[in-house]
């Protein structure tokens, strides 16, 4: 399976420091194992999103970026632009959304693209997070099923019930697709 991987930025980790979100990463990762984790799909925009490439990188996963436009990580602090150019290097495929930063929502173009390659999509929900939150709309109205790694929130803050749009915990949604699978 493809899995898209979206998530907080450095600035949003709330409760998670990066040193917590790793942890949580390989455990998604192992818990998928290699028999349903084949490929990551991501943006590789800041925060989780290089936490999982490097992961990935480390257990020889394929990775495939999908980036908003050739400028993506232009406004980004030094030291995230660095990580960033490191990870991008190692991408064994690159798309643009865009070729210039200059569309009309080139973001929801970019998020897209990266679902319309995923099967599965690994995400850390918060609260003030409204592009992981277009993420799980998206992928829900997709029927791409929705893994919400971040342990202190439940559910998408603006979850209706008749619209049904939840992140499944990782253990009911792993069971569920090992049981597709076998």
């Known amino acids: 399976m493809k899995v898209a991987v979206s998530g907080l930025r450095p600035a949003q980790f709330d409760d ?14 192992d818990t998928l194992g290699d028999r349903l984790l084949t490929d990551i799909v991501s943006g590789l925009i800041s925060g989780v999103e290089h936490l999982a490439a490097e992961q990935a990188y480390e257990r020889g996963l394929p990775v495939h970026v999908i980036l908003a436009c050739p400028t993506q ?10 990580r960033f150019l490191k ?4 991408a ?3 798309r643009f959304a865009h070729e210039s930063r200059h569309k009309d929502y080139f973001m929801q173009d970019q998020l897209n693209l990266i679902l319309g390659e995923a099967d599965l999509a690994l995400t850390f929900l918060n609260r003030r997070d409204t592009g992981n939150c277009s993420l799980l709309g998206k992928a829900v109205y997709q029927g791409i ?12 803050e603006g ?5 049904g749009w939840r992140a499944d915990k990782l253990s009911n949604l792993i069971k569920d697709l090992k049981d597709d699978q076998a």
């Open 16 to 29: 998670l420091a990066e040193n917590n979100i790793k942890p949580l990463i390989e455990e998604a990762f």
């Open 73 to 82: 990580a232009g406004p980004w602090p030094l030291p995230v632009q660095v």
């Open 87 to 90: 990870l991008l290097q190692q």
């Open 92 to 94: 064994d495929s690159l």
């Open 145 to 156: 099923p929705v893994i919400n790694c971040n342990p202190f929130t439940e559910r998408w």
């Open 159 to 163: 979850y209706r019930e008749g619209h």
